[in-house]
């Protein structure tokens, strides 16, 4: 669905990209990771066709960036990591525009409208003007904006950013419904946690290489022994403080308020020993699994390794 060879893009004597090899499957939400000036957004510009690579090809459904540009555009939905100001806009006006842009018949338009306005909770702002909603509406109807021509590719640049933490989830459940509804989506964050619910494979580019990429499982095993852990007890804490200290895959134990968290390097069936274990000495459990930071950490690893070459 979305495939870059060999890709790079050079600014002057800026490397931007360098030899991006990237694969995304039809219905797959790929979350693309890397700090400020990795070369996310020229990344996604380039499939956008908003920008020309230096070398390479890039694909998206199988039309190739630079010699099918109208046919990317029509599979492909964009939301850059800004929204344009429209001052004297209302939704359904600015929706209309673009609808109007992607030549969706006039007759069409209000009810594909209302769907959008539906699907992004934002039906009760149709007659707002735009730069009267806040920056997680603009943000929402920014990615109803993507939709209107319904494409099958979302291009989604850094959509959460500056997101307070309950609009953050409100677009997460929406990015949610989407990826129910097969889109294939390309997810730019730096804000690392909040991808891992959401997607099928991570890539984490630094300086313009794609140092890690595949499933949130391959890229930890791959940042060996970066898989952090939180267990929660509600009973018999301090049985469950010297079995964590005494199993031999634990390391860095720490020992909070209601829990412990943890590094672990064994496997997922040492993992499930541990917990047999826990459950045996009649700890009460009641969370078991990896640390939301997790993901933090991963990228951390990876690219400390990088920072050291
Ligand atoms: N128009 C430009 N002219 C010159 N250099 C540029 C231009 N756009 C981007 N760059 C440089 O290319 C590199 C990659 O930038 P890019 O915007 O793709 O990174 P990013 O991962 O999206 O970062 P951010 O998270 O800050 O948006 C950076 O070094 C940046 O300074």
Known sequence: MIETIHLSKSYGKVQALIDLQLRIE???????????????STTMMILSTLLEPTEGEAFVCGYDVRKEPAEVRQSLGYMPDFFGVYDNLTAVEYLDFYAGAFKIAP??????????????NLSDKAEAYVDSLSRGMQQRLSLARCLIHDPQVLILDEPASGLDPRARIELREILKQLRCMGKTILISSHILPELAELCDDIGIIEKGRLIACG????????????????????????????ILAENMFVEDLEENMDGFRFRFIGSDHQKAELLQKLIEAEVAVSYFGESSENLEAVFLAITEGVAGR
Do not use: C, W, Y
Request: no cysteine; net charge positive; charged share 25%.
């Open 26 to 40: 039809q219905g797959k939400v790929f979350g693309f990771i890397g700090p400020n000036g990795a070369g996310k």
């Open 215 to 242: 499933g949130l499982d391959e890229v930890s095993i791959r940042a060996r022994g970066v898989t952090l852990m939180m267990v929660k007890t509600l009973r018999n804490h301090h049985r469950a403080a010297l």
């Open 107 to 120: 007759h069409k338009r209000s009810s594909l409208i209302a769907d959008l306005l539906e699907l992004v």
